[in-house]
């Protein structure tokens, strides 16, 4: 990875998340003006605003060229978040104690709002086997609580960024329209949790909490909307992507993994070793719930993570899922046309 895109990406776990002391002051104040984000990638031309990569020739004694990477402040936030996650999780069991902070609990107690509001909103009868439109009953719910259920997770001197980081709770459960989820609303939810980091509602100890907590009641609800409401994956590659859904738990539960003594990525694909271990690692999770939705050789219907059950170690599994996270997701414009940019995550050029 080029310098300048790897400090750029740095920039969270340096400040808000990284090594900020408990009693510093968040960089956004009370007195920030926020906004309610909107989409500004509509071409693939835009997309040099959010990430833009140039070659540039240089003569110094001798020819030769560089990469020069130019970053958005959102892309270079984002980016910060997962990686600073990635890091805090690195060798450390979803079972292992950490802190609970109240915003935590707050979070979780929103998504168990959401969890309630699909068991009172079942599916109706309908001719199209997939996509049941009381999916839409149930986001119609959503849409009108969404600034009050974030209002209750706020600090009361950060109120006024409700309506700005409610938009990417509204955007992180699938889309109303076409009744599809994919990594893109997955995204959206990150964005969310980046967004109270910045606000100072979520610190630095909250980390583990973040990714084993409420990322993890997250996922839960997602599945369970899902499977409630026979949701499409949204843009899947199929057999060639990793996951009809989901990204980032295997970038985090690969993490999870790194120097553990007796487990390897070939022992993922192991059934047995996942329903021993699924309940402890993230990875695995998502494995056990891959066998529960598909069927036929695992090989034949999730043809990438069979692949990456071949890597040596954890670590390089992990490198290789950021780089292909990056790759497949960040730098598509499938996805990102619908990513939307406020003040705190900003479609502006990063500082140099």
């Known amino acids: 990875m080029a310098e300048t895109e790897q400090q750029s990406e740095n920039y969270l776990y340096l400040t808000?998340?990284?090594?900020?002391?408990?009693?510093?002051?968040p960089e956004v104040t009370a007195s920030n003006t926020f906004m309610v984000p909107k989409k500004e990638i509509s071409m693939v031309s835009d997309m040099g605003k959010w990430k833009r990569s140039q070659f540039i020739k240089a003569y110094i004694l001798i020819h030769y060229r560089f990469q020069h990477i130019s970053l958005s402040q959102a892309y270079a936030d984002y980016m910060g978040f997962v990686l600073t996650l990635n890091e805090g999780v690195k060798g450390?069991?979803?079972?292992?104690?950490?802190?609970?902070?109240?915003?935590?609990e707050k979070l979780l107690e929103l998504l168990g709002t959401l969890d309630h509001w699909i068991n009172e909103t079942p599916p109706v009868d309908q001719p199209s086997r997939f996509g049941n439109k009381a999916y839409r009953t149930w986001y119609t719910k959503l849409d009108q609580e969404a600034e009050n259920l974030v209002t209750a997770v706020l600090p009361a001197d950060r109120c006024a960024a409700a309506p700005e980081i409610a938009v990417y709770l509204?955007?992180?459960?699938?889309?109303?329209?076409r009744i599809d989820y994919g990594t893109g609303h997955e995204a959206a939810f990150a964005a969310f949790l980046c967004c109270l980091c910045k606000v100072g509602a979520l610190r630095v100890d909250d980390q583990l909490a973040i990714v084993f907590k409420v990322f993890n009641r997250y996922l839960s609800v997602m599945r369970k909307l899902q499977r409630t409401y026979r949701m499409e994956p949204a843009g899947s590659q199929g057999v060639w992507g990793l996951d009809d859904f989901q990204f980032l738990p295997f970038i985090w539960g690969s993490s999870q993994?790194?120097?553990?003594?007796?487990?390897?990525?070939?022992?993922?694909?192991?059934?047995?070793?996942?329903n021993e271990y699924h309940q402890d690692y993230m990875f695995l999770d998502c494995i056990k719930f891959i066998n529960e939705m598909k069927t036929g050789p695992f090989a034949e219907h999730s043809n990438q993570l069979w692949n990456i059950s071949a890597v040596p170690s954890w670590s390089k599994v992990n490198q290789g899922l950021i780089r292909m996270y990056k790759a497949e997701c960040l730098e598509k414009f499938p996805v990102i046309q619908h990513f939307k940019f406020g003040s705190l995550l900003s479609i502006q050029p990063t500082k140099p």
């Open 170 to 177: 509204k955007e992180s459960v699938g889309n109303p329209t």
């Open 257 to 274: 993994f790194i120097d553990h003594p007796t487990l390897e990525p070939r022992h993922f694909i192991d059934e047995r070793v996942v």
């Open 16 to 25: 808000d998340l990284g090594s900020t002391p408990e009693d510093e002051a």
């Open 92 to 104: 450390k069991k979803l079972t292992c104690e950490y802190k609970v902070s109240e915003t935590v």
